[in-house]
C-alpha cells in the first residue's frame, strides 16, 4: 500500500500570502509528481522530479516552483498567492522501474480569498 | 488540445449491474492505460492498468478492454456495488522515455440501490 502524505488537507489563505504544500513518501521512490485540478476537470501535470535535484515543469504553466533536496520529500510553494491559484493540489509517486502506477496522497484543497 | 477524452460526465446504474465507463484517446504514442477512482476531498485510488500489448486485463469485479485501432479504452465492473459510486478517471502515458501520465476529465458514477 502507498504511503503518501500531504500536508494540509485545507487552506484557506489570502491574497498575497507566501504558502509551501507539504508532501512526502515513505516508499523510496525516486520519481515523484504535482498534478492540479479544478472541479469536473481532468488532473493537471505542473511539476514532476526523476530524483534529488531534479525538477522539472509540467503541462500546466504555474506560478509555483518545488525543490527535491531529499528524496521522501517534494514541497510545492507559491510566493504570492492569488485567487486563480484557488485549486486542488495533489501529489503523487510512482515505482523506479517503470511502467507503474501513480500513487496519490489526498491532496490540499487551497483556497485564495 | 485534449488527448484524452471521457465524454460522460455522469453514469447512473443500479446496484447489481454492469457499469460501463468509456474513454477515447488521440495520441498514438501511448502505450500504457490505467483506471482511477476518486472520492471527494481524497486523492485518486488506482484501480487497473493494461499494456498495449493486450487487449484485456481483469482484476477482480473490475476488467479494462483496449481497442487500439479504435483509440478506446473501456471499463468494466460488475456486479455494481453501492461503495462504487466515486469519479473515475482514465489516464494515459508511455511506458518509456517521457513517462508522463495524461488524464481525462472523468465521470461520476452513481450506483442506485
Known amino acids: 500500500e502507498a504511503d503518501i502524505y500531504q500536508t494540509p488537507r485545507y487552506l484557506v489563505i489570502g491574497t498575497g500570502k507566501k504558502i509551501t504544500l507539504e508532501c512526502s513518501q515513505t516508499?523510496?521512490?525516486?520519481?515523484m509528481y504535482w498534478y492540479q485540478q479544478d472541479p469536473g476537470m481532468e488532473l493537471h501535470l505542473i511539476h514532476y522530479?526523476?530524483?534529488?535535484?531534479?525538477?522539472e515543469k509540467g503541462d500546466l504553466s504555474s506560478e509555483s516552483t518545488v525543490s527535491r533536496i531529499r528524496t521522501e520529500h517534494f514541497p510545492l510553494t507559491l510566493e504570492s498567492a492569488r485567487p486563480s491559484h484557488t485549486s486542488q493540489y495533489l501529489c503523487?509517486?510512482?515505482?523506479?522501474?517503470?511502467?507503474?502506477?501513480?500513487?496519490f496522497g489526498n491532496g490540499t484543497r487551497l483556497t485564495v480569498t | 488540445d485534449q488527448q484524452v477524452k471521457q465524454n460522460s460526465p455522469s453514469l447512473s446504474v443500479q446496484e447489481g449491474r454492469i457499469s460501463i465507463l468509456n474513454c477515447d484517446y488521440t495520441?498514438?504514442?501511448?502505450?500504457?492505460f490505467l483506471w482511477y477512482k476518486k472520492y471527494p476531498a481524497e486523492g485518486p485510488t488506482f484501480l487497473i492498468s493494461i499494456s498495449s500489448i493486450k487487449d484485456k486485463n481483469e482484476d477482480g469485479r473490475f476488467t479494462v478492454f483496449l481497442n487500439k485501432s479504435a483509440k478506446h479504452l473501456s471499463l468494466h465492473i460488475v456486479p455494481s456495488q453501492p461503495g462504487d459510486s466515486a469519479v473515475y478517471f482514465c489516464?494515459?502515458?508511455?511506458?518509456?522515455?517521457?513517462?508522463?501520465?495524461?488524464f481525462g476529465t472523468g465521470t461520476r458514477l452513481t450506483i442506485i440501490p
Open positions: 503523487a509517486s510512482r515505482a523506479n522501474r517503470g511502467p507503474s502506477p501513480l500513487h
Open positions: 516508499m523510496g521512490h525516486d520519481k
Open positions: 489516464a494515459a502515458g508511455q511506458s518509456f522515455g517521457n513517462e508522463k501520465l495524461t
Open positions: 522530479s526523476y530524483g534529488v535535484n531534479s525538477t
Open positions: 495520441n498514438s504514442m501511448f502505450d500504457y
